[in-house]
């Protein structure tokens, strides 16, 4: 949708309505970046602890497609609890919102262990690996679970 805005002597005004829209919107974006940046940490550090040293052995590669496949579960379901367990932070009680949270991790953990650990891998050995092919692939798994 789009706000109508005035051009008065070269400034840009928004009528008070759609700017306190606009702001709500803003401000919505911005918690979900904020609380995608948590889901991410958690993602990481559950990475680090849990799943790091078994990938970094050598592994056949079926057992390494499985635990690809558990990393992205991982991953997806910490990036989805968060965002979903806030957006209701201020209108239910904590049981409630916990119950949103599983449901937003429960569903980001199918988006990232659909496979799409193994295709930002992929993605990243075609791209020749280093950072631009990391960022790629990791760009691909946000898109993925997101």
């Known amino acids: 949708m789009l706000i109508p805005a005035l051009l008065i002597q070269g400034r840009l005004v928004l009528p008070a309505d759609s700017f306190r829209q606009y702001m709500k919107r803003l401000q919505r974006a911005y918690y979900f970046c904020v609380y995608g940046l948590w889901g991410g940490l958690a993602a990481s550090y559950l990475h680090q602890n849990l799943l790091l040293d078994t990938l970094s052995s050598p592994l056949s590669t079926p057992a390494r ?59 990243h050995i075609t791209i020749g690996g280093g950072v631009i092919g990391r960022a790629t692939a990791l760009a691909f798994l946000g898109l993925a679970v997101g």
């Open 65 to 123: 497609l499985l635990f690809l496949a558990l990393l992205g579960g991982i991953i997806g379901a910490a990036i989805g609890f968060f965002p979903s367990f806030s957006e209701v932070r201020a209108i239910i009680p904590l049981a409630e919102r916990s119950r949103f949270g599983v449901i937003g991790a429960l569903l980001g953990g199918i988006g990232g262990l659909d496979c799409v650990c193994q295709l930002a891998e992929a993605l």
